[in-house]
């Protein structure tokens, strides 16, 4: 039975719901439903399940296709049929929007709402699928008091998380009346927890775990060179093969070399290209990944395009895909049946330093071999490492004659090797998860959260920083980290204190001296344990300022960019470019895109300091304080400043001014040209996620008063960019926006609508694409002028002979805001073909130079962006007469 089971179940459910509710009624209506859909319940689903319709806790801590997705539906029912709200929380917005629509088609669309950083649906129906840090600022600002009665924790390992643990443990610490599910395969002991969690919630706690997976796992080392080891497998009838890799530059590497080994047949290649279609690679990594994908090999990482990702998923579920390389994120959950999982290594570097895999690691990825319901059993394949092998292939070689073994020279471990081998294998292999530690933290909006609740906020801080999980050391870190938190609320006056005293229980002396006193200062005390400790002292403390309705729960710095919006001038050329750059800087940093931007960067500036004759030392100085572009950045800085003696809150999240949808525009590139020109192909995927990101910010925060002609231009032309790349993330939020249930999933992500559907959108396109060769004729680049347009006729030479002739005349070409205006642009849009003319910008304002050119709409229907062809290049009044 395949764990994903709630992407095709009925909206049925709801009708076997009893009334009045009863426990065993409801296990057996639960029951008959998920058997009348072929679902017969495992024992341990059997067991969990009566566990959640009595009311008690529920750990769950099961292998791998043991149906935990089925268990929470269970759960999510139980709790509708008592009138209930629940809440599913995941680690990642993809998840979450994943089960939000296979509970929609289930539930229904008027019953399931979600809530993420960037989305907002129906926030108020009886289920809720959000991230764990919403539901832990729903925990916080309402504690006990909170809208939940059931919380489904899924992947609830994340609670040892570093930096995001405490979300998941927050919950536990403040909803008492709260019934918990908490379910992941790789747990480990967690006895602490379930005694911890039957105390807080007056709930027995049950734990499920140890089950039998329901399809057994084998395990091999394999000495031999990889490339032997997969046909090996390939051979044995073991595909379909997850190969993991810890990067993903391997994972691509692998693939590239892996078509010299025969994966699939003939027919079978056949099959592929018919299943293939007419699917459109629309990017340079597309058109390896299309060649991969016809010789049977697939490539899955986060940093490819969704809807690449999803036809590898896709065409491996139809059974095409024998081998798919990928990196660890498989362990997050990959919705594709896998036979087998062969890992590269036993070793990762996890941002500070290489190191071997954890046993929780290790269990959550191996634990994708064999999915129930596809296969009857599962291999997971550790290969040994390259010098190992090598050495392995010597001994082979020499066979049993001892003098050619003395002689073998065996090969060395690589300089700063970690360590591994078939030891480390079989460690990992009868190891149990790790135990979960705590990873408790305090915030700024953590501590607004529990102010604005409006009771004693002291106390209740308090007893969330030494009722957590921690150990005691860690709680006094806790504690003065939050009383120093404290001191700057107070000192920047968002909250007042006033300490007061129960008469009746109280000296009069110490009553007068502290009844109605403004001011009381915890924080002269060394830490929270030394205060008096008499129980009649409470500590009313209010918030001074109005906090944002949910002010951590979206994106939190979303009001800030409200607040700058005020400071521009929408009469200035730039303001459109300026708007963006406000909101750019309010969004997660796309790390590679900025990476590059400040490699390019530097490169420019060692040129430039080097023709200056700057000397190598003051250059290297020079050098580390060039950076990505960072537009606006003093009024940002400025301004955030400001803003943050208001609401101190913002203290927790990092202003980061940069241009990616602003650089873009500004250079007037498709998506393909700035994948290519900072090298990015890789982690196109990465691109497009943060350019849909900014399509959501601007069409979400941006006040309709404020949009101005050229503000909706360019949303629209960055909304039209982001959906023929890969129309998946816009339809994915529109679809979220307007949930309908969801009918059959398409065979292949189906191709984006026609580009020229949308009109304003495309007269931008077709603007960019003659502004790009306005910039880089000011510039003199006549080779790539002509890379753009001797298909057309128009080469590097006749683009040089067209502007020497300009240059003759003026001195300069603008290329600033005014000159890529609307303004500057005539068309005559006819039925199958365009006719446009760009007028330059000379100094003198003459306007009477420009480019003439032919836009192809059904070239440029078919490709996805707009085919521009240069006709001439001079003077207008020697050009044909064109009318707008």
Same mark, same amino acid.
């Given at each position: 039975?395949?764990?994903?089971?709630?992407?095709?179940?009925?909206?049925?459910?709801?009708?076997?719901?009893?009334?009045?509710?009863?426990?065993?009624?409801?296990?057996?209506?639960?029951?008959?439903?998920?058997?009348?859909?072929?679902?017969?319940?495992?024992? #341990?689903?059997?067991?969990?399940?009566?566990?959640?319709?009595?009311?008690?806790?529920?750990?769950?801590?099961?292998?791998?296709?043991?149906?935990?997705?089925?268990?929470?539906?269970?759960?999510?029912?139980?709790?509708?049929?008592?009138?209930?709200?629940?809440?599913?929380?995941?680690?990642?917005?993809?998840?979450?929007?994943?089960?939000?629509?296979?509970?929609?088609?289930?539930?229904?669309?008027?019953?399931?709402?979600?809530?993420?950083?960037?989305?907002?649906?129906?926030?108020?129906?009886?289920?809720?699928?959000?991230?764990?840090?919403?539901?832990?600022?729903?925990?916080?600002?309402?504690?006990?008091?909170?809208?939940?009665?059931?919380?489904?924790?899924?992947?609830?390992?994340?609670?040892?998380?570093?930096?995001?643990?405490?979300?998941?443990?927050?919950?536990?610490?403040?909803?008492?009346?709260?019934?918990?599910?908490?379910?992941?395969?790789?747990?480990?002991?967690?006895?602490?927890?379930?005694?911890?969690?039957?105390?807080?919630?007056?709930?027995?706690?049950?734990?499920?775990?140890?089950?039998?997976?329901?399809?057994?796992?084998?395990?091999?080392?394999?000495?031999?060179? $990889?490339?032997?080891?997969?046909?090996?497998?390939?051979?044995?009838?073991?595909?379909?093969?997850?190969?993991?890799?810890?990067?993903?530059?391997? #994972?691509?590497?692998?693939?590239?070399?892996?078509?010299?080994?025969?994966?699939?047949?003939?027919?079978?290649?056949?099959?592929?290209?018919?299943?293939?279609?007419?699917?459109?690679?629309?990017?340079?990594?597309?058109?390896?990944?299309?060649?991969?994908?016809?010789?049977?090999?697939?490539?899955?990482?986060?940093?490819?395009?969704?809807?690449?990702?999803?036809?590898?998923?896709?065409?491996?579920?139809?059974?095409?895909?024998?081998?798919?390389?990928?990196?660890?994120?498989?362990?997050?959950?990959?919705?594709?049946?896998?036979?087998?999982?062969?890992?590269?290594?036993?070793?990762?570097?996890?941002?500070?330093?290489?190191?071997?895999?954890?046993?929780?690691?290790?269990?959550?990825?191996?634990?994708?071999?064999?999915?129930?319901?596809?296969?009857?059993?599962?291999?997971?394949?550790?290969?040994?490492?390259?010098?190992?092998?090598?050495?392995?292939?010597?001994?082979?070689?020499?066979?049993?004659?001892?003098?050619?073994?003395?002689?073998?020279?065996?090969?060395?471990?690589?300089?700063?090797?970690?360590?591994?081998?078939?030891?480390?294998?079989?460690?990992?292999?009868?190891?149990?998860?790790? $135990?979960?530690?705590?990873?408790?933290?305090?915030?700024?909006?953590?501590?607004?959260?529990?102010?604005?609740?409006?009771?004693?906020?002291?106390?209740?801080?308090?007893?969330?920083?030494?009722?957590?999980?921690?150990?005691?050391?860690?709680?006094? #870190?806790?504690?003065?980290?939050?009383?120093?938190?404290?001191?700057?609320?107070?000192?920047?006056?968002?909250?007042?204190?006033?300490?007061?005293?129960?008469?009746?229980?109280?000296?009069?002396?110490?009553?007068?001296?502290?009844?109605?006193?403004?001011?009381?200062?915890?924080?002269?005390?060394?830490?929270?344990?030394?205060?008096?400790?008499?129980?009649?002292?409470?500590?009313?403390?209010?918030?001074?300022?109005?906090?944002?309705?949910?002010?951590?729960?979206?994106?939190?710095?979303?009001?800030?960019?409200?607040?700058?919006?005020?400071?521009?001038?929408?009469?200035?050329?730039?303001?459109?470019?300026?708007?963006? %750059?406000?909101?750019?800087?309010?969004?997660?940093?796309?790390?590679?895109?900025?990476?590059?931007?400040?490699?390019?960067?530097?490169?420019?500036?060692?040129?430039?300091?080097?023709?200056?004759?700057?000397?190598?030392?003051?250059?290297?100085?020079?050098?580390?304080?060039?950076? !990505?572009?960072?537009?606006?950045?003093?009024?940002?800085?400025?301004?955030?400043?400001?803003?943050?003696?208001?609401?101190?809150?913002?203290?927790?999240?990092?202003?980061?001014?940069?241009?990616?949808?602003?650089?873009?525009?500004?250079?007037?590139?498709?998506?393909?040209?700035?994948?290519?020109?900072?090298?990015?192909?890789?982690?196109?995927?990465?691109?497009?996620?943060?350019?849909?990101?900014?399509?959501?910010?601007?069409?979400?925060?941006?006040?309709?008063?404020?949009?101005?002609?050229?503000?909706?231009?360019?949303?629209?032309?960055?909304?039209?960019?982001?959906?023929?790349?890969?129309?998946?993330?816009?339809?994915?939020?529109?679809?979220?926006?307007?949930?309908?249930?969801?009918?059959?999933?398409?065979?292949?992500?189906?191709?984006?609508?026609?580009?020229?559907?949308?009109?304003?959108?495309?007269?931008?396109?077709?603007?960019?694409?003659?502004?790009?060769?306005?910039?880089?004729?000011?510039?003199?680049?006549?080779?790539?002028?002509?890379?753009?347009?001797?298909?057309?006729?128009?080469?590097?030479?006749?683009?040089?002979?067209?502007?020497?002739?300009? !240059?003759?005349?003026?001195?300069?070409?603008?290329?600033?805001?005014?000159?890529?205006? %609307?303004?500057?642009?005539?068309?005559?849009?006819?039925?199958?073909?365009?006719?446009?003319?760009?007028?330059?910008?000379?100094?003198?304002?003459?306007?009477? !130079?420009?480019?003439?050119?032919?836009?192809?709409?059904?070239?440029?229907?078919?490709?996805?962006?707009?085919?521009?062809?240069?006709?001439?290049?001079?003077?207008?009044?020697?050009?044909?007469?064109?009318?707008?």
């Amino acid at each position: 039975m395949p764990e994903d089971v709630a992407t095709t179940a009925p909206a049925t459910l709801l009708e076997r719901a009893p009334s009045p509710y009863d426990a065993d009624a409801a296990f057996e209506n639960f029951s008959e439903w998920a058997d009348s859909r072929g679902l017969r319940l495992y024992p #341990a689903q059997e067991e969990a399940l009566i566990e959640i319709v009595s009311g008690a806790n529920l750990i769950l801590s099961t292998p791998t296709g043991t149906g935990k997705s089925l268990v929470a539906i269970g759960a999510h029912f139980a709790a509708l049929a008592q009138g209930k709200r629940s809440y599913y929380t995941a680690p990642i917005k993809a998840l979450v929007s994943e089960k939000f629509f296979a509970l929609v088609d289930i539930f229904g669309a008027e019953n399931v709402g979600m809530v993420t950083g960037d989305s907002s649906v129906n926030p108020d129906a009886p289920i809720i699928c959000c991230t764990a840090e919403i539901l832990a600022n729903v925990a916080l600002r309402g504690g006990a008091d909170s809208d939940v009665d059931q919380v489904v924790m899924d992947e609830f390992h994340f609670y040892a998380d570093p930096d995001r643990g405490w979300a998941w443990q927050v919950p536990l610490l403040t909803l008492p009346r709260v019934q918990f599910i908490l379910m992941s395969a790789t747990l480990g002991d967690v006895s602490r927890i379930a005694d911890d969690l039957t105390v807080r919630t007056g709930r027995e706690t049950a734990v499920v775990t140890g089950v039998e997976r329901p399809v057994p796992l084998s395990y091999s080392y394999a000495t031999t060179p $990889v490339h032997e080891t997969i046909e090996d497998l390939l051979g044995t009838g073991q595909a379909p093969i997850y190969i993991v890799h810890f990067s993903q530059l391997a #994972a691509l590497e692998r693939a590239q070399a892996m078509t010299s080994i025969k994966v699939v047949t003939r027919e079978q290649r056949d099959e592929i290209a018919e299943a293939i279609g007419d699917f459109r690679f629309t990017t340079v990594f597309g058109q390896t990944l299309s060649r991969l994908i016809r010789s049977g090999i697939g490539v899955h990482h986060a940093g490819m395009l969704p809807k690449y990702r999803r036809l590898v998923e896709q065409l491996a579920q139809q059974g095409l895909m024998r081998v798919i390389c990928g990196t660890d994120t498989l362990g997050v959950g990959i919705n594709v049946p896998i036979r087998t999982v062969l890992f590269t290594a036993l070793t990762k570097y996890d941002g500070i330093r290489t190191r071997q895999l954890t046993a929780r690691e290790f269990h959550q990825i191996a634990g994708r071999a064999g999915r129930a319901g596809y296969d009857t059993a599962g291999t997971v394949v550790a290969q040994a490492p390259e010098h190992e092998s090598e050495n392995a292939r010597l001994v082979a070689k020499a066979g049993d004659d001892p003098k050619k073994i003395k002689k073998i020279v065996r090969k060395k471990a690589p300089d700063g090797f970690v360590s591994w081998g078939e030891p480390s294998f079989n460690r990992l292999i009868s190891a149990e998860p790790e $135990v979960l530690t705590s990873s408790m933290q305090v915030s700024h909006s953590m501590i607004l959260n529990v102010i604005a609740r409006e009771g004693d906020a002291f106390q209740e801080m308090r007893d969330l920083i030494f009722g957590s999980h921690d150990p005691w050391h860690k709680q006094l #870190a806790m504690a003065r980290q939050a009383l120093a938190i404290y001191r700057t609320l107070r000192t920047a006056d968002v909250v007042t204190q006033v300490a007061r005293v129960e008469p009746a229980a109280t000296s009069p002396a110490l009553t007068s001296a502290l009844v109605g006193v403004d001011g009381f200062d915890s924080g002269e005390y060394e830490d929270w344990d030394d205060e008096p400790k008499a129980a009649d002292i409470h500590y009313d403390i209010r918030l001074t300022v109005d906090l944002q309705p949910n002010f951590a729960l979206n994106q939190p710095l979303s009001p800030f960019a409200l607040a700058v919006f005020e400071l521009l001038d929408p009469e200035s050329p730039s303001y459109a470019l300026d708007m963006i %750059s406000i909101l750019e800087s309010t969004l997660d940093d796309p790390r590679p895109i900025l990476s590059q931007q400040q490699f390019l960067a530097r490169g420019e500036a060692v040129a430039s300091m080097k023709a200056e004759g700057i000397e190598y030392d003051q250059r290297m100085e020079l050098l580390e304080q060039v950076t !990505w572009p960072k537009p606006l950045e003093e009024l940002l800085d400025a301004s955030f400043e400001q803003y943050s003696a208001t609401q101190p809150w913002i203290g927790d999240f990092e202003l980061s001014p940069k241009s990616v949808v602003r650089d873009m525009y500004e250079r007037a590139m498709t998506f393909a040209d700035y994948v290519g020109y900072y090298k990015l192909a890789r982690s196109e995927g990465l691109v497009l996620r943060y350019l849909s990101d900014a399509y959501r910010a601007v069409r979400q925060t941006v006040p309709d008063e404020a949009k101005t002609e050229e503000l909706l231009d360019l949303i629209e032309w960055l909304g039209e960019l982001v959906r023929q790349v890969d129309s998946s993330l816009v339809d994915e939020w529109e679809q979220l926006i307007n949930p309908t249930a969801p009918g059959a999933a398409p065979v292949l992500p189906p191709a984006p609508p026609s580009i020229l559907g949308n009109p304003r959108a495309f007269r931008v396109l077709v603007r960019n694409e003659l502004f790009r060769r306005v910039q880089l004729a000011a510039l003199d680049k006549y080779e790539e002028l002509g890379e753009l347009d001797a298909a057309s006729g128009f080469t590097a030479d006749a683009w040089g002979d067209a502007m020497d002739a300009y !240059w003759d005349v003026h001195d300069a070409l603008g290329t600033d805001a005014d000159a890529r205006s %609307s303004a500057m642009l005539i068309v005559d849009e006819g039925a199958t073909q365009w006719t446009v003319r760009q007028i330059f910008a000379d100094p003198s304002g003459d306007h009477d !130079w420009g480019i003439s050119a032919t836009v192809d709409l059904e070239e440029s229907a078919e490709l996805g962006v707009a085919v521009v062809k240069v006709t001439a290049v001079g003077r207008l009044d020697a050009f044909a007469p064109v009318v707008e």
